[in-house]
Every structure is written in C-alpha cells, then in structure tokens.
C-alpha cells in the first residue's frame, strides 16, 4: 500500500494561541451557573488554603508557646472543621467541572459532526476518512483537560499566587523577597522552553492524524490486502507511520519534561535562600518559629500553583494544536450552501437542461472537465450517459444533484437555475443510485426506509418487490428485520445492489440517477432486475451511466461522451447507424 498519501501532513492554518483559547473558553459561558457555582467553592478553598499557614503560626506562637492547650483544641477543630468543608467542596467541585467538560465536549463534537456534513464533496476528496476521525474523536477529546483546568486550575492558582505574595510581603518583606528570588529564571526558561513547544506539538497532531488514516483505510480495505497478499507491505508502513508518530512525541514531550525540573529547581533554591536569611541573616531573635514554618507553608503554596500552573500552560501548548484543528474544520465555510432567496423546488415535472456549462475542479482550474455542454430533457425521458472513464459522465449527474457548483453556465430543472433553490428540496427531488452503494448497520427493513423515513412497512416491501429484492430478502433468518454489519457484510453485492434499488424505490424521485447501477449484478440478477429498473424508469426523468451497453438499448437518447462535451446523441439505433464513438464502443462490445 502507498506510503506517500499517508505520510503528508494535512496543511493546517497558524492561529494565535490566545484567541484558539478564547474561543475554547467561551463553550463554558453556556454553563454559566455552574461555573459560579464552582467559583464560589473555589474561593472559600482558597481562602481556607490562606488561613491555614497563619492558624499554624498562631498555635505554635499563641498557644504552644505560651502554654495554652485549651485554646489550641478549639482552634484545632475550628481547623479541622475549615478543611472538611472544603474537602467535601472539593469532592462537589469535581463532579460539577466533570459534568459542565463533558457536555463542552459533547457539544463541540455535535457541532463539528453537524458541520461536517455540509461541507462539500471536494473537502471529503482532499483527505482520508481517518484523518477527519481524527478531529472528531481525538483532538475533542484531548481538550477534556484544558477546559477542566481553565477553571480549577488557572483562577484559583492565580489568586492564590497574588494572595501568597500580599500576605509574604505584608508579614515580612525580605523573607518575601528571599522566597521569590528565582521567579526570574522561571520565567525565562519557560519562555525559553515555549517558544518551540507549540510547534513540535502540532507535528505530533499530524503524525497522529497520518496514522489514523492509515488504520482506517487499512482496516477498511483488509480483503484486498489478504487478497493480494500485500500484509508484509502494509505491515512496514505501519511501523514507518508508528516510527514518525512516535518520534515527533518525543522530540514534543523532551521540551515538556524540561517544566518540571525548571521549577523543582528553582522552588529548591528558593527554599534554601528563605530559611539562609530568616536563620543566618535576621536570626531567631527577629523571626519567630511560627513565622518561619508560616513562610515554609505559604512558600509551597506559591510554588504549587506555579508549579500546577506551568503544568496548565503545558497542556495548553500540548493540545492548543488539537484545538486549532477542530476550529479550522468549523471554520472552513461550504462551497455549496442555499441562497438566502433560495426557493423551495417542489411538484417538478423533471425537466433538465445544460445551457452552455463549463465545469473545472477548484484544485485544477486549468483541466476543463466539461466546456460548454449544452442539453434540453424533457420530463420522463431517459437519457442514458456512455463514454471513457473520466470523460465527465459522472460530473454530469453530480452538477444536477448540486455536489459541486458550475464554473460557467447554467444547470436547470423546470427552468429554475439549480443554485436558486435550496438543496434540501433539490435532493429530495432526487433519487441517486451509485456502483458503490453504502449500507448502514442496522435492519434491511431501516436501509430500505432510509429512502423515506415516513415510508410504511408496506410501501418497503412493495419497492423490495418491485426491483426484485423481495425473493432473498424473504430467505434471511429474520427477513426484513434481519439486522446488516456495516457495509450489507454477508450479502452478496448483487444483494446489496438491490436493496439499494429498493432503497431508491421508496423514495419515489422525480428525478432518476443511474451511475454504473448494475455494474456488480451478474447477467442472471439483471435479468430478474431489469423489470424493477423499468418500472423505477417510468414516468420519471432518469440519467442512466452504464458502461454495459445492453442496460441501456430502451434509452430515449444516448449521449457520447467525450473530450469535456457531447460527441454524439441519438437512439441506439440512430447511433449505431452512424457508425460513429458509439457504433465503436457498441462494437467492441458485442462483436463476435
């Protein structure tokens, strides 16, 4: 399997990290309420985190000192009752941010999800499945911890700091200057240390994605991998995608570890300078026993929170590019979207027509596929759509369906430009039939009824008659609630291919779409289906693609095509009788 595909890296767009957080932040204003709520626990934490260095220094000073062990157990309840609140508070606190990340999470998925699936055919043709699994899943869920700590870590450790700072400084200005000596050197080395972080991170985020990608595809396409015996090759790209992945992790994570020695050392020597100047300089006679394991305490309790904080700041920098990721599918805007004068397209008698269309790929402006096609169909006729691969049949049936917008000219239905009508009534106008038909897990009974969802139990089984389903249908174990793996796993695809013309069925188009339908039906199956397609033909505009020439001899026109346009149409007959691309392709075919 090509390596290639899957070791480029997805082009991902620079966005500043303040504003990817600010808008990460702005999920949890919807949650309001509870983020106050936790506030509020947060405070009464912190302010008993506070007082409990001072309520030591009064008992050692007050109480032990002076011989006052009454007063020392009603402030050592007064203590213990303090921290089993907050205990309790911190428990409650835990639940709620769990609960408000969670629901975060879960929205931002929804919305990811949600907008995925109005994005167009050219953003799913740019990238492998895996790789789009990748936001939805694993960068989402590597933000969990981010929003968790934006609130329980960041504001209280913030003004834990402050307070620790107003309360060492006011108690004792050296001993306060000694304790924050090293802050400088902390800050220029995780300045340092950052600088280069973000960037290795994101390399990670993109071996990731690559390796996902692989998996998927690889997993997906497992029986032509045993067919072609090809495990040995697949086998050594993976371990090449691993190789990468894991490399990038380290050289990421080798700048993150540097965080916690940086700050061991530098709340060490702090440590080592406060206790050097409040014994050796000042002495015992200016510093009380009390004030000195006061400023031991409230030293710690500045050096935690930065330690917790740098910690924060490392998981920022370590999933900030997951969230860059997620936004930057959120904000990548659909190239087909409605109009907001878009009309709704009902009760069409299915007329289409092509007025001088030009169509290229927006990733090859240059290549034309087609250029300046121009049709009429009237209502209920059948047109059926032949030439080479890549001649442009397909691009066709895709610009009436509106998978992709024109580049020049106009697509019409009943005279109405397809871009001036919502694409919801448009598709649904429409019945589209491809050679590779998707099954979703679940009973034939909902594959069928996907077509419609208001379909009846009777109106399933008279589409599964009509194109001849019916009869195997009838032969599973449960029969219609007979429950599909993925994919219609067990089916033969003939099968497949006629629950989806019974899918198809049900939805009773106006306009028909055929591409290479019947191509995966051996000769037998499209003797049995043929009256089915007949019937779904009838009364309806229909757009067959076949390259088997004897499904498409009851076409009322046949169009060549060829070289970006219509080389030749006409009737088999007429075709054939011009001896022209059709009477060769006819030909080649049929020829003895």
Known sequence: MPINSFKDDEKTVETGKLQTLLRLFSYLLHYKKEIIGVLFIMAYCVLVSLVNPLIIESAIDDYIAKGNYRGLVFLILFAVVLNVVMIALVKLRMYVMAKVCNSVLLTIRQELYTHIQTLDFHFFDSRPTGKILSRIIGDINSLKEVLNNSVTTLIPDFITICAVVVIMVVKS????????????VLIIGLTLITTFSHKRWRSFRKKSSNLNAFIHEDISGIRIIQSFTAEEETKKTFHELVAEHFNAFKSAVRLNDAFGPLIDICWGVSTIALYYIGIMILGIDNVSAGLLIAFGYYINMFWNPIANLSSFYNQIITNIAAADRV???????????D????????????????????????????IKVL??????????????????????KTTIVNLISRFYDVTDGHVRIDGTDVRDVTLESLRSNMGIMTQDNFLFSG???????????????????????????????SKLEKGYDTVLTERGGGLSIGQRQLLAFARTFVSMPR????????????????????KGIETLLAGRTSFVIA????????ADRIFVIDKGGILEQGTAAELIAKKGAYYDLYMAQFAI
């Open 547 to 554: 390259h088997r020439l004897s499904t498409i001899q009851k």
């Open 327 to 337: 936004f930057e599918v959120l904000d990548t805007p659909p190239a087909i979207t």
């Open 173 to 184: 200005p050296l001993l306060a200057l000694a304790s924050l000596s090293t802050l400088p």
């Open 443 to 473: 009973t034939v009974k909902e594959n069928i009824r996907y077509g419609r969802l208001d379909a009846t139990d009777e109106e399933i089984v008279a589409a599964a008659k009509a194109v001849g389903a019916h009869g195997f249908i």
């Open 339 to 366: 109009k907001e004068e878009a009309e709704t397209l009902s009760d069409i008698t299915g007329g289409v027509s092509f007025e001088d269309v030009t169509f290229a790929y927006t990733d090859a402006p240059d």
């Open 371 to 392: 250029e300046h096609v121009n049709f009429n169909i009237s209502p209920g006729e059948t047109i059926a759509l032949v030439g080479p691969t890549g001649a442009g």
């Open 511 to 530: 306009i028909l779409i055929l591409d290479e339908a019947t191509s995966s039906i051996d000769t037998q199956t499209e003797l049995l289906v043929q």
